[in-house]
Protein backbone atom coordinates (compact mmCIF):
# COMPACT_ATOMS: atom_id res chain seq x y z
CA UNK A 1 0.00 0.00 0.00
CA UNK A 2 1.38 3.00 -1.21
CA UNK A 3 0.49 6.35 1.48
CA UNK A 4 0.37 9.75 0.71
CA UNK A 5 1.21 12.46 3.31
CA UNK A 6 0.37 16.08 2.88
CA UNK A 7 1.38 18.97 4.99
CA UNK A 8 1.91 22.75 4.41
CA UNK A 9 -1.98 24.02 4.45
CA UNK A 10 -3.26 26.76 6.32
CA UNK A 11 -4.59 30.01 6.62
CA UNK A 12 -2.79 33.01 4.55
CA UNK A 13 -4.21 36.46 3.29
CA UNK A 14 -4.40 37.76 -0.42
CA UNK A 15 -1.72 37.70 -2.23
CA UNK A 16 0.62 35.74 0.37
CA UNK A 17 1.99 32.81 -0.14
CA UNK A 18 1.85 29.15 1.12
CA UNK A 19 3.82 25.74 0.01
CA UNK A 20 2.38 22.47 0.21
CA UNK A 21 4.48 18.94 0.40
CA UNK A 22 3.41 15.51 -0.03
CA UNK A 23 5.25 12.68 0.70
CA UNK A 24 5.23 9.32 -0.65
CA UNK A 25 5.81 6.04 1.32
CA UNK A 26 5.78 2.11 1.35
CA UNK A 27 6.80 -0.19 -0.91
CA UNK A 28 7.15 1.54 -4.89
CA UNK A 29 8.82 0.90 -7.55
CA UNK A 30 8.31 3.46 -10.13
CA UNK A 31 6.11 6.98 -9.50
CA UNK A 32 4.87 7.88 -12.94
CA UNK A 33 3.10 10.86 -12.46
CA UNK A 34 2.41 12.74 -8.84
CA UNK A 35 -0.01 16.10 -8.85
CA UNK A 36 -2.05 18.14 -6.95
CA UNK A 37 -6.12 18.30 -6.85
CA UNK A 38 -8.33 20.81 -4.95
CA UNK A 39 -12.01 20.73 -3.96
CA UNK A 40 -13.86 23.93 -2.98
CA UNK A 41 -17.18 23.48 -0.88
CA UNK A 42 -20.00 22.75 -3.49
CA UNK A 43 -17.81 22.30 -6.10
CA UNK A 44 -15.68 18.91 -7.84
CA UNK A 45 -12.53 18.24 -7.17
CA UNK A 46 -10.32 19.69 -10.19
CA UNK A 47 -6.86 19.33 -11.17
CA UNK A 48 -3.97 21.51 -10.05
CA UNK A 49 -0.76 20.50 -11.26
CA UNK A 50 0.84 17.42 -12.10
CA UNK A 51 3.99 16.72 -12.50
CA UNK A 52 4.67 13.26 -14.77
CA UNK A 53 7.99 11.62 -14.98
CA UNK A 54 10.13 12.99 -17.97
CA UNK A 55 9.88 16.59 -16.11
CA UNK A 56 6.71 17.33 -17.96
CA UNK A 57 3.98 19.42 -16.42
CA UNK A 58 0.72 20.34 -16.56
CA UNK A 59 -1.40 23.47 -14.54
CA UNK A 60 -5.20 24.67 -14.45
CA UNK A 61 -5.08 27.79 -16.41
CA UNK A 62 -6.31 29.46 -12.95
CA UNK A 63 -3.27 28.98 -11.61
CA UNK A 64 -0.57 29.57 -14.86
CA UNK A 65 1.86 31.69 -13.71
CA UNK A 66 1.43 31.40 -9.75
CA UNK A 67 2.18 27.78 -8.56
CA UNK A 68 4.66 26.21 -9.50
CA UNK A 69 4.94 22.48 -8.81
CA UNK A 70 8.00 20.37 -8.18
CA UNK A 71 9.23 16.59 -7.52
CA UNK A 72 12.02 15.55 -4.99
CA UNK A 73 11.90 11.64 -7.23
CA UNK A 74 14.65 10.48 -4.34
CA UNK A 75 12.16 11.44 -1.66
CA UNK A 76 9.37 10.37 -3.53
CA UNK A 77 8.18 14.11 -2.37
CA UNK A 78 6.56 16.73 -4.36
CA UNK A 79 5.56 20.19 -3.68
CA UNK A 80 3.03 23.02 -4.52
CA UNK A 81 4.61 26.36 -4.20
CA UNK A 82 1.73 28.60 -4.59
CA UNK A 83 2.29 32.92 -4.88
CA UNK A 84 0.14 35.50 -5.12
CA UNK A 85 -3.16 33.46 -3.68
CA UNK A 86 -6.54 34.57 -4.51
CA UNK A 87 -9.54 33.86 -2.45
CA UNK A 88 -10.77 31.96 -5.12
CA UNK A 89 -7.89 29.49 -4.56
CA UNK A 90 -9.32 28.04 -0.84
CA UNK A 91 -10.04 24.59 -1.21
CA UNK A 92 -9.30 20.87 0.57
CA UNK A 93 -6.02 20.23 -1.22
CA UNK A 94 -5.23 16.75 -2.74
CA UNK A 95 -2.28 15.05 -3.63
CA UNK A 96 -2.28 12.30 -6.10
CA UNK A 97 0.38 9.93 -6.78
CA UNK A 98 -0.01 7.12 -10.24
CA UNK A 99 2.98 4.26 -10.10
CA UNK A 100 3.74 0.72 -10.24
CA UNK A 101 4.70 -1.41 -7.28
CA UNK A 102 7.09 -3.91 -7.49
CA UNK A 103 5.12 -6.73 -8.55
CA UNK A 104 4.07 -4.75 -11.14
CA UNK A 105 0.66 -3.50 -10.31
CA UNK A 106 0.11 -0.26 -11.01
CA UNK A 107 -1.22 2.01 -7.76
CA UNK A 108 -3.18 5.39 -7.51
CA UNK A 109 -3.27 6.75 -4.20
CA UNK A 110 -4.62 9.79 -2.58
CA UNK A 111 -3.73 11.94 0.28
CA UNK A 112 -5.92 12.66 3.25
CA UNK A 113 -6.38 16.51 1.84
CA UNK A 114 -5.01 19.59 3.56
CA UNK A 115 -6.74 22.76 4.17
CA UNK A 116 -6.16 25.94 2.35
CA UNK A 117 -8.15 29.28 3.14
CA UNK A 118 -7.34 32.63 1.89
CA UNK A 119 -8.92 35.71 3.52
CA UNK A 120 -9.74 38.47 1.14
Known amino acids: QVRLVESGGGLVQAGGSLRLSCAAS????????MGWYRQAPGKQRELVAV???????NYADSVKGRFTISRDNAKNTVYLQMTNLKHEDTAVYYC??????????????WGQGTQVTVSS
Open 26 to 33: GIIKSINA
Open 96 to 109: NAEGYIPSGRPFAS
Open 51 to 57: SRSGGTT
